[in-house]
């Protein structure tokens, strides 16, 4: 109510300041979502005449980053445009990350893709020259997405092995909240028995494994009666884990939130039955 241009007596209603750029986002969030949710061409926009100058108009103030409101609303349609872009992308990117995780890439079908995503295959084809080729992006989008979130996650200076454990689960919720077949499909690549996806993957499966273990190398096992027990007990975290993904995705219960407080329950009994006080 504080961040209104004026007000729209005739219909009883705020005009919402577009110059305070988290108001633009708000507006960006809503128009993007009501696409999606509603399945509609593209944003009708047809109040964007309400956004103009009025007497009773606030003078700009330094929350705002932009001085008029022509150029707001130039902004908001761009910032508009650009989500739209990326909700279209994401849509391709989560259909494709599901299939191919779901199926493997042989009995992979773009057709599904495109259905799932809710696209033309033209429009498919126009990001992507063919299989191989969204195959090998969203591959190495997963790896290089989920090592920025690991980095990010666990400290450098970080040694305690179930705090590390904590930190690996916490990026990947953050990367599954978006993506949430972005892990399976680095899971099931391992498996792939087709020659062009395994060497469209050869070199990314050695970086993704190399972050993983240059992040637990970190560890310090002294808290272990020594340190073959606690590489056992690292192996048994990842084993704990994987195997709990798996289980969700046959039974089809697959949820990433609800994965990772499982998770979380599975290294809080291993801390206490195998950590410290062991």
Known sequence: HDKLIGMDWQQNTGILDIRYP??????????????K???LDGPHLDFIDEFYQR????????????????QALDKLLAETMERLKKEKQDRMM???????????????STDEIVAEAGI???????????????????????????????????SPAETDLFAIARGVENA????????????????????????????????KRDAYRETIERIYAQADYKQFPDEQSGYRVAKMIKYTIDGLMTEHMVEGSYNPEMLYEESMEYLATCETLLGKNA
């Open 94 to 108: 989560n259909a494709g990350l599901k299939v191919f995780a779901t199926y493997g890439y042989k009995k992979a």
């Open 120 to 154: 033309s295959k033209g429009l498919l084809f126009h990001y992507f020259e063919n299989k191989i080729g969204l195959y090998s992006f969203l591959y190495d989008y997963s790896v290089r997405y989920m090592t920025m979130e690991l980095t990010a996650s666990v």
């Open 37 to 39: 949710d509603w399945d």
């Open 22 to 35: 988290e108001v633009r986002e708000y507006l960006s969030k809503v128009y993007a979502d009501a696409v």
């Open 55 to 70: 007497k009773e108009t606030p003078a700009v103030n330094d929350q705002m980053d932009c001085a008029c409101i022509q």
């Open 172 to 203: 990947k919720l953050q990367v599954l909240r978006g993506y949430p077949y972005m892990q399976q499909i680095r899971t099931t690549a391992v498996s792939e028995n087709v020659n062009e996806a395994l060497l469209a993957t050869e070199m």
